[in-house]
């Protein structure tokens, strides 16, 4: 009976592997029919120039073994938007994890941006802050101070950015993570794969935030 057990595992394992690699073709057939359905452009890499700019992206470079996939593409003229997976290798042996995003890059010229990053703040954010403080807090602005973990390296042309209004616009936003370059926002989704469930709630909320940062320029 004991020299059953490896077979068993054996087995289990090729089950299992099987079943997953189903249940990702089904996924990726799904994505594919709802972005015909839309009229959407849909590949299995980024286009050169999307690339490029996801390229500026502290992202694109962390880890190893970066790799992208399923990259849908909306365009309406003012704002390019693409969405897609994207997924890096950390640590090695035991150590080793995979680690997946959904992400959505907008690209509009009527967003001048200095390099910044915004996420939700977090106890490893504080306690990390305490050993580099480069989390740019607003003495006015104590609410959104406490509610998100800001860096950039031009810390005086992200204040001017991040005004009053952007400020509020983006307290209504409160579980946002992005970062910002020039003319492109970056909207990421740790964790989580692309399906027909969420790329539209994700590419919505990729254009409402490009929009107010738009619209809150003063």
Avoid at 7 to 18: D, E, F, K, R
Wanted: charged share 30%; aromatic share 8%.
């Amino acid at each position: 009976m004991a020299a059953l057990i490896p077979i068993v595992i054996m087995v289990c394992l090729g089950l299992g592997y099987w079943w997953s690699s189903v249940q990702e073709k089904k996924r990726r057939q799904r994505l594919i029919e709802m972005a015909q359905s839309l009229g959407l452009e849909i590949a299995w890499e980024l286009a050169p120039q999307d690339n490029a700019r996801f390229q500026r992206f502290d992202l694109s470079r962390m880890g190893r073994q970066q790799h992208i996939q399923m990259a849908i593409c909306a365009d309406t003229g003012e704002t390019r938007m693409v969405i897609f997976e994207f997924r890096y290798v950390k640590g090695q042996g035991k150590n080793r994890v995979d680690r997946y995003f959904s992400l959505v890059l907008c690209t509009d010229n009527r967003i001048r941006a200095p390099k910044l990053a915004l996420e939700p703040e977090s106890w490893m954010n504080a306690i990390a802050a305490l050993v580099d403080a480069r989390d740019i807090d607003f003495n006015e602005d104590p609410e959104f101070s406490a509610a998100f973990h800001l860096v950039g390296r031009e810390e005086d042309s992200v204040r001017r950015f991040m005004n009053e209004s952007r400020r509020k616009a983006l307290l209504k936003n409160p579980n946002v993570r992005l970062e910002v370059d020039g003319d492109c926002v970056l909207v990421t989704k740790p964790h989580q794969k692309l399906d027909t469930e969420n790329v539209r709630v994700y590419m919505s909320e990729a254009l409402a935030i490009t929009q107010l940062l738009i619209d809150s320029a003063n």
